[in-house]
């Protein structure tokens, strides 16, 4: 959530703002709730000195007319309660808005609006030649028994999927090496979350309200009421609320948080061949990265958390490329984001695999997150960041394509036979 204060005093320059992200506030409705509201909240507190002023008569001994001062005093309380329903009405729907405006962009994020116009940053390693027919991962898991899409359908539908043997063995190696990577490499603090929230934490990191169709209820009926919860879509959601309403010593910061967890997502109009497979589904695994750090190292730490995915593909040797979203591109809540999109040689073209976001201060305003500045004792909002470090199921997807052979044996990457028992090939 955006500062209060900056809408209220400074509407005009957010408006500009969001109005490269292709948002537009509607800035006359936002000044008459506002004008209405401190309209009425001053006409609560003159009642408030009235009913004080009578009372401090009513506190007199021996007066005069007490059943007249009485009446007053009820009458300007009906007037209180009927002015307080008013204002809290506005207040309500002032506070609606305002949580359905996306983050502000940063200066250096690139004007568009969609992918197409994402700056591509860099590029990094080879890409294979194969003098024989390219086989995509689906068909490799096939050819090994390791991929059984048709299970996924019969136990849960579309879009879910099942491994088996050494393709599983693969899966979950990778879960493995990765923490390990970012726990003893990077030093994040590992941590194991639940897969199911509240509707709290999803409002605190901007996934509610406005993503509600992109989620997975749950509803439990107790009690005769009914305690909707969610599905995690990623393990960001719970490691970022690990902070809601806390106030945090400055000399804690930076935390770094990383978790596996398997992420659960409608995916909406996601089908076609292209999301086929291990690409795009209703459940998939993800180790996440979070980091909370003070504002001035929010710009380096976004850097920071990004060579931590990157590094990940480098050590499996994947080629990828570095895209800077632009502001069309970018997710709700986030006020800069790279992507990383690793190698898919069957379709001739990168997919993403990690994102890597600063959310600036617009979380912590959400979840109320603030730490304790040593110089002035002052609290201040913390800066949130998360990365994807990697999502599984596209990291195997990606290795399965790129270390085929013409057989349909798969190699493994040297970095991961260590973890698979000095294993070379899926065959």
């Known amino acids: 959530m955006l500062d209060v204060k900056l809408l209220r005093n400074d509407i005009d320059h957010v408006y500009s703002i969001l109005k490269k992200r292709h948002f537009f506030l509607d800035i006359n409705l936002i000044n008459q ?234 995916e909406v109009g996601s089908y076609g061949k292209d999301n086929k497979g291990l690409i795009r589904t209703h459940q998939f695994d993800k180790v996440e990265l979070v980091q909370l750090v003070k504002p001035k190292n929010s710009i380096i730490a976004l850097e920071q958390i990004t060579n931590h995915a990157e590094k990940i593909l480098q050590l499996l040797e994947l080629p990828y490329r570095k895209v800077l979203l632009c502001t069309g591109d970018m997710s709700f809540a986030s006020s800069k984001t790279y992507d990383l999109e690793v190698w898919f040689p069957s379709k001739n073209k990168y997919y993403e695999i990690s994102s890597c976001s600063n959310m600036w201060d617009f979380q912590s305003r959400r979840i109320k997150a603030r730490y304790k500045r040593i110089k002035d004792k002052k609290n201040v909002f913390i800066h949130t960041l998360n990365g994807s470090g990697l999502a599984i199921g596209r990291t195997l997807a990606a290795i399965m394509e790129n270390y085929q052979l013409k057989n349909g044996n798969i190699k493994i990457p040297k970095i991961l036979r260590k973890y698979m028992n000095g294993l070379k090939y899926i065959k």
């Open 33 to 266: 709730l506002e004008k209405k509201r401190k309209n009425i909240q001053i006409k609560i507190e003159k009642l408030q000195i009235k009913r004080n002023q009578i009372s401090k008569i009513l506190s007199k001994k021996n007066i005069n007319n007490i059943f007249e001062f009485k009446k007053k005093v009820i009458n300007i309380n009906q007037k209180i309660l009927k002015n307080k329903i008013l204002f809290n009405n506005i207040k309500k729907n002032i506070n609606n808005i305002y949580t359905s405006i996306p983050n502000l962009p940063l200066d250096d994020v690139p004007i568009g609006k969609n992918s197409k116009e994402n700056k591509e940053i860099k590029k990094w390693g080879i890409k294979n030649k194969y003098n024989f027919p390219i086989r995509d991962h689906v068909e490799l898991g096939y050819l090994n028994q390791g991929i059984d899409l048709e299970a996924g359908v019969n136990l849960s539908g579309s879009k879910f999927f099942v491994l088996k043997g050494l393709i599983a063995y693969l899966y979950r190696i990778l879960i493995q090496f990765m923490l390990n990577i970012h726990i003893i490499n990077h030093h994040y603090t590992e941590i194991y979350v639940p897969y199911i929230v509240d509707k709290r934490a999803l409002y605190g990191t901007g996934q509610l309200p406005k993503f509600s169709k992109d989620l997975l209820h749950i509803k439990n009926f107790k009690n005769s009421d009914i305690c909707e919860k969610f599905l995690i879509p990623t393990a960001e959601v719970p490691l970022t609320n690990l902070v809601y309403n806390k106030i945090i010593q400055e000399k804690q910061l930076p935390i770094k948080f990383v978790a596996h967890s398997p992420c659960f997502r409608s």
